[in-house]
Structures are given as C-alpha cells and as structure tokens.
C-alpha cells in the first residue's frame, strides 16, 4: 500500500552514532536527502524537518539499539508515526528492490520506500524501568563475556613461562576489576526490580523453575519487559527467534528445519542454560527432552524445543499470575528408558 497515496509522507532515518540520514517524500515529490548530527539538537531539528509541511508523516528507522532510541523518542513523544523494523526485514527489502550498494544514503531511501509500502507497525516505547533494568542487564552480559576472555587468557599466560609475571598480574586485577564492577551491577538492578511491584512478582515467578537462578531470571526478565503487553505466545516465541524455519522446494531440495534466528538474541541465550540445568534436574523437563530424542532429534534439537516450552511456560505464568508447575510441561505417559542428559560441551549455544 502506497501511504503518500492516502495522506501520509513517508521517511525514512538511518542511525548511525554521529550522524541521521533522513528521506523524506512529500505527496508525489522526493525531498533532497538532508543529513543531522545525531545529539538532542539534531533529534530536535529533524523534528521541525518532518513537520513543515503540516501531512502526517510515518517514519521508518531500524533497530539499532541505543544510537537510534533518543531519536525514537523524541519523536515518539512528538506524536509522529513511528516503525521501528527488524534490520533483517530492511535487508531483504533492500534486496528485491535489487540494491546492490550500501551506503547511509542509499540505506535512507530503502527504509523510506518500506515506510511507503510496507504495512505499518507503530512502535511502542518501553517504560522507564524497563529501559533501566534492560541496560544495566545488557552491561552485565557485556561485562561477563570480557570476564570470561579475561580468565582464558590468564589460563593461557600461566602455561606458560616464556611471558613475564607481569602480564599475569595485569590478567588477574583486570578479572577482579570487573568481578567488581559486576557485583556492583548486580545490587543495582535487584535494586530497580525491588521498586517494581511486578517486576518484583515476575522475579518470583521466574525463580520457581527448576534451573533458574538471579542471573539468568534478571536476564530473561529484562528481555520480556520490552514486549507489548498484547503481544501472545507464537509472538513470543517469534521475538526469540525460536520459531522453525523450513527450507523446502518441490521434491528435490529439502533441508532440515532449523530455528530462524530473527530474533532477540539476548533472549535465546539467557534461556539456553536454564535450560540445560532444567533437563538434568526437573523429572517433567527431563521426561520432555527424553520424549523428543526418542523420536529422532539430536541433542541440540531436544535443547532448543526445550528452551522454546520454558517461554512458553513463561507466558501462561505471567499471564495467570502462578508459579511453575512442571506437570503443565510435559506430562510423560510411561516411564521411558533414560536418555543421555547434554554435556554443556558437547551442545552448542544456539
């Protein structure tokens, strides 16, 4: 559907950290690309620029974490039209209007002309606790890789004797530098959660798992708290990009289903070790990822459709408001011969 065609301007914003990139067609007419820095003043300025005319505007931007979401909004808040895409969705859009190059110009026009054609799906900014539990958990992911990188490197430097003591020294108090540091974190967002009422409760609730500890459940809890409140199960799952994606053409080409990945992926890997812990501990977990080798799917098949049924006990518990019941998991009909639990390396992470 063409939105100039019944009474709105398409444009279009590509985000990068210094610089916003706006195409904007007014009726029948493309407007000269025109380019903002990317700070309060420019958020503000790009504003006057989509409002001129007086039509309504809807914006496309895609989704790009924190350079675009001061821009998100202040124009939100400014009460213009705005879709917030999936850079993948932008991608292939790119690609049947056969864009070849890439540039921010370029990149601008394509979001414009899906603003233009696509179906619209306003944004909905997340609350103000959620934007503060979400960056304090994302930091707390970040911190915990550079940690682990850190503690492979101070293993590699002590086996060897070729390198100084030094470099060991500077390893070990980089390591106690961000053991600190994600302490610190991690008092500061149980903080945020305890002056949350609900977040508060879905803490509990999510608590109530076999195989769910605070980390993770901070984790989960602060990917969720982005979702609509309306949003139901399949689009859950669809956000975690747990849902399968088939690969199949008339008789000769049939590839295997795998999960589509075009989702949060924060998500997906604060749910893969829950998990695994919830398989080698809850019987119904376990009867539930034996259910699924015996019928032929391989280790981390049985994982991922596992990691799949825990959101999905995640959404009736917090839709319902009750802790977990495994019995609503999987309900084994007799007892099965024991099928070998995953190694955590031996299954990759998805």
Known sequence: MNNSLIGFDPCGIEVSHLILVAALRCGDHDQTLREFPNTPEGHQAILRFLTRSGRPVRVAMESTGLYGLDLALCLHGAGVALMVANPRAVRHFGQALLQRSKNDQLDAVVLREFADRMPFQPWHPPSAAALKLVGV???LEALTDM???EKNRLHAASLSEALPAIIRRDLQRSIQTQQRAIARLTRAVQEFIAEDRQLTRRMELLLSIP???????????AELTLLPAGMDVRQWVAYAGLDPREYSSGTSVQKKVRISKAGNKHLRRA?????LVAVRHDPQVRAYYEHLQARGKTKLQALVATMRKLLHAI?????HDQLFDNLKV?????????????????????
Request: with cysteine.
């Open 137 to 139: 958990a994302r930091r």
């Open 147 to 149: 940690l682990t990188a």
């Open 211 to 221: 195989g769910f500890g605070t980390t993770s459940a901070v984790h989960i809890l």
């Open 271 to 275: 749910l893969y070790m829950p998990a």
């Open 315 to 319: 959404y009736g518990m917090f839709k």
């Open 330 to 350: 999987y309900a084994a009909p007799t007892a099965a011969a024991p099928a070998p639990v995953p190694d955590p390396k031996e299954v990759l992470c998805p």
